[in-house]
T-cell receptor
Framework: GQQVMQIPQYQHVQEGEDFTTYCNSSTTLSNIQWYKQRPGGHPVFLIQLVKSGEVKKQKRLTFQFGEAKKNSSLHITATQTTDVGTYFCAGGSSAGGTSYGKLTFGQGTILTVHP | DGGITQSPKYLFRKEGQNVTLSCEQNLNHDAMYWYRQDPGQGLRLIYYSQIVNDFQKGDIAEGYSVSREKKESFPLTVTSAQKNPTAFYLC?????????????FGPGTRLTVT
C-alpha cells in the first residue's frame, strides 16, 4: 500500500534558526496536507497542496509540492518557541476512483525550539 | 460550540477486556475516521466511514470494530484480540464537498491496557 516517509524524526533548533521537514511518498499523490500537533494536543490542519510544483506561504511557513507529486516540504523561517510541536504530512490518493478522503500520514517531525 | 468530542481522555483496562471509545461530532460532517498514534509512528488509520451504516477498514483494523448508526457518532471498540492496544486514539471528521477537505481531530483518548 501507499507509504509516506517523513524526515527527520527529530529536529532541535535555536530560536531564530530555520527548520525544514521533508515528506516522500511511494506513489503519486492527488494532494498533500500538513498538520501541526502541539505537545499534549491533537493534530490541527495547516494547509493543502494539490498542484504539481505548488508553493504556498503562511507567514513564516513555506510549503512545497514536488513536480512529480510524490514529495513535499515544510520550511519555517526564523523559528519561534510557539513553533514547537510535531509536524505531519499526509498524502491523499484517489487511486481506484474513490478515496473517501483517506490520508496516509508520515511519521512526523518533532520540532524543539530552544530560546 | 461545534467540534469533536472524545471521551474519556484517559482509559485504563485490564488485558482481555473489550473497551469502547466514544467519538461524537456536531459539525454535520459526513466522513469520520479513527487513528492510532504511537511514538515515532505517526497516525495510522484504523477505520473510516463516509456515510451512516457504512465503514471501511484502514491499514490496521485487526482487533478493532466500529459502528456508524448515526451521522454524529462513530464509536471504536478495542477488542481483546488487539495484541498491543495501549496507544493514543484520535477520532477525526471531514466535510465532503468542502475544499480543502481538511480533517478535524478530537482531543484523543489515551488507552492503557495492563
Amino acid at each position: 500500500g501507499q507509504q509516506v516517509m517523513q524526515i527527520p524524526q527529530y529536529q532541535h533548533v535555536q530560536e531564530g534558526e530555520d527548520f525544514t521537514t521533508y515528506c516522500n511518498s511511494s506513489t503519486t499523490l492527488s494532494n498533500i496536507q500538513w498538520y501541526k500537533q502541539r505537545p499534549g494536543g491533537h493534530p490541527v490542519f495547516l494547509i493543502q497542496l494539490v498542484k504539481s510544483g505548488e508553493v504556498k506561504k503562511q507567514k513564516r511557513l513555506t510549503f512545497q509540492f514536488g513536480e512529480a507529486k510524490k514529495n513535499s516540504s515544510l520550511h519555517i523561517t526564523a523559528t519561534q518557541t510557539t513553533d514547537v510541536g510535531t509536524y505531519f504530512c499526509a498524502g491523499g490518493s484517489s487511486a481506484g476512483g474513490t478515496s473517501y478522503g483517506k490520508l496516509t500520514f508520515g511519521q512526523g517531525t518533532i520540532l524543539t525550539v530552544h530560546p | 460550540d461545534g467540534g469533536i468530542t472524545q471521551s474519556p481522555k484517559y482509559l485504563f483496562r485490564k488485558e482481555g477486556q473489550n473497551v469502547t471509545l466514544s467519538c461524537e461530532q456536531n459539525l454535520n460532517h459526513d466522513a469520520m475516521y479513527w487513528y492510532r498514534q504511537d511514538p515515532g509512528q505517526g497516525l495510522r488509520l484504523i477505520y473510516y466511514s463516509q456515510i451512516v451504516n457504512d465503514f471501511q477498514k484502514g491499514d490496521i483494523a485487526e482487533g478493532y470494530s466500529v459502528s456508524r448508526e448515526k451521522k454524529e457518532s462513530f464509536p471504536l471498540t478495542v477488542t481483546s484480540a488487539q495484541k498491543n492496544p495501549t496507544a493514543f486514539y484520535l477520532c477525526a471528521s471531514r466535510m465532503d464537498r468542502a475544499y480543502p477537505y481538511e480533517q478535524y481531530f478530537g482531543p484523543g483518548t489515551r488507552l492503557t491496557v495492563t
